[in-house]
């Protein structure tokens, strides 16, 4: 036999060695049927941006951090950057939470744009390709947070949230943000005359995302998509059947796609529209009930009109500092949870302190076990009880 | 009969029915004797100043929510007045928590005097009698706190806290401080050479309190005297067996009276010595476990050290701002109790957030029901349990 002749077999056992490693699954936990699902019989545990009240938000860390501490949805705001990479990232300008003005390479680049009728100057994540952007360091929005972890962790793709929460010891539910797609599409092109939302729907579907609330896929792989532009929404209704949940801002901004106001879009004849689109609202906690010196007033009847109309409530943002927690709540957090969560009754709370939502939840409402698992317990206790009654 | 015989009647009636009232007590709750006790099986919860983080400190309003929500002991700091009235009230100025400033006829009793080693200017309570105090209202000492209440309510004195606690529909305790005992004796005098020290255990005596730690006569008024100055503790124990803690300022401040630096008060000898004379001490809980970088650093070995002498341990002060809580606890207050409680093993907490501290201890370590209540439960359970089995 010549050499000549065992080449192609060379090559071909090469082929074989390259390309079995994708016919079979990583041995992640990503099959792991076992895994501890969802809970749905309290109020969501919605990780704001992550647990950004501890870590910087949006990063890996925030979001590993947010899972550890027991959230049931890690939330992202999606934007994209030149290159047509979707990215989590919640402001459109980077000034404000990298550390952008140090790298003086990208200088040039500042721009001012109009982003929902306010001229806005800055470096845009739309003017930099993904390879620029992960080039730069991520630090903490607020001063009176931890500072340590600035400068120590970079942007994040969406892709890569969505593997995070996948690779979670049990199942972890998304809940990305279609943000800014009027600003991203104007900025942002893609081949095949493809938009924003499409691109977004994609990167869901190929990990598996699909399924309606509830169903069984869904339960697999929770997620709910969440947008302030109503016409992103239906657009993308008709591409997923993933639940979808309207977002609403404050009493004076306006929809930046169809330039309603909050009245018309809050209005019983909007929200009998848009149910059809969406299985809830996401609204300003301080729209639903207004505050005045620091103190609630007499909350609106949105939610109860929500409730209605079988629309989920999931009021945005939670948060334990003091300057954010009205007197009410004596500047305790936990009252705070316990008056939305069992005076409001509201369906989710988005939160930038995960731990401290779920030591709420855990200690008020623990995680009943189910029906199976209840007779086995009373069966050990009869026994017990027996004995007990002898002595 | 003449109308001068009936007048000795007249005045003997008159008599009796003005001394009859005193030979009963009050139609009010102090003899009720079906009160609910005070809780020893869990650490105490000290309303530090009343729920000063809702209420201007000091105050009824503010001693009375704190019962409300649930304190084991109410807390004060007693001062005197110019005539020898002892008073609740922190500062030994009048200047940063009333109205002191506004009121022009008291203007001209500014004085600079030397407490602890420190001048100190403004307007000194030891320079106003009763009647002068009662004329000024309280403010809430912190700007961040709810302001609604500045300008409503006055200064109590020591009797009208103590009544307070008498009239509380369950056992309440309180744990009133000697306040600057050097300063008071210096500036205040009293009839028969008595000193604040006196005066003081005076006033706790002609309410019924004595007894030791968890004595008989202790559970039904409870009470705990704190100091920082130890030659008045010593000098009360002669007095009352009433527990006494002893309060330990940061490590930079010597004690007032015998001038003795953190260093030597927290040794081994010295509390060796202090323990004939009290059932504990109060620390600065900065100092328990230093912190740097506003993060807990390693825990000193005061807490074990005290407990080996039977010391309990009473740190003060927890508060619920996130500019108070260090980062290791997340901006939750609750994550502070549960690390106090659970892992350094504290016996008492004196916080200005009496209301969040119950919150904790109710949902992680419910007060138990006794023995008796156990077995009868049990019993309950025992005949579910036989229905149970049958079906």
Redo the contacts between chains.
């Keep these: 036999m010549h050499l000549a002749d065992v080449v192609p077999f060379i090559f071909l056992l090469l082929l074989v060695g390259c390309s079995a490693r994708p016919l079979y699954p990583l041995p992640s936990r990503r099959n792991d049927k076992s895994k501890q699902p969802i809970q749905t019989f309290r109020p969501f545990n919605i990780a704001h941006r992550g ?1 950004n ?2 870590i910087p938000e949006e990063t890996a860390a925030a979001y590993r951090r947010a899972i550890e501490e027991g959230a049931d949805f890690i939330e992202t705001d999606i934007l994209a950057s030149k290159d047509g990479v979707l990215i989590c990232f919640h402001d459109v300008t980077l000034d404000d939470i990298t550390d952008i003005a140090e790298h003086k390479e990208f200088a040039s680049r500042k721009r001012t744009y109009e982003v929902q009728g306010v001229n806005v100057t800055g470096y845009f994540v739309v003017d930099f390709t993904l390879q620029e952007l992960k080039s730069l360091r991520v630090k903490q929005r607020y001063p ?3 500072q ?1 972890y600035n400068g120590k962790f970079s942007i994040i793709t969406f892709e890569e949230f969505i593997s995070i929460a996948l690779d979670a010891p049990r199942v972890v539910g998304i809940y990305p943000e279609m943000k800014n797609p009027v600003f991203i599409n104007q900025r942002v092109k893609w081949s095949g005359g493809k938009r924003f939302e499409d691109k977004f729907v994609e990167t869901l579907k190929k990990y598996g995302y699909k399924g309606s609330y509830l169903s069984k896929q869904w339960l697999k792989q929770p997620a709910f998509i969440q947008s302030f532009a109503p016409t992103s929404l239906v657009y993308v209704s008709n591409q997923t059947d993933l639940p979808k949940i309207f977002l609403i801002d404050d009493v004076t901004m306006p929809t930046q796609d169809t330039n309603q106001s909050y009245w018309e879009i809050t209005s019983d004849s909007y929200l009998d529209f848009i149910k059809d689109y969406v299985v809830g609202i996401g609204p300003w906690k301080d729209t639903v009930i207004p505050v005045a ?2 103190y609630l007033q007499t909350p609106t009847d949105l939610v109860a009109r929500a409730h209605a109309r079988d629309l989920q409530v999931h009021p945005y943002t939670y948060r ?4 954010f927690l009205h ?1 009410n709540f ?6 705070e949870y316990n008056y939305w969560i069992n005076k409001v009754e509201v369906d989710g709370l988005f939160t930038d ?1 995960t ?2 939502l779920h ?1 709420f939840q855990e ?2 409402s623990p995680l009943s076990p189910d029906d199976e698992d209840a007779s086995k317990l ?1 069966k050990k ?2 026994l017990m ?1 027996s004995e ?2 002898k002595t």
């Design positions: 647990s009240g501890e009176f947070r931890d340590q010196n620091n334990n500092e003091n300057q007197f004596s500047e305790d957090p936990y009252n302190f731990g401290s030591n200690w008020t009373l206790i009869a009880i007990f009654s």
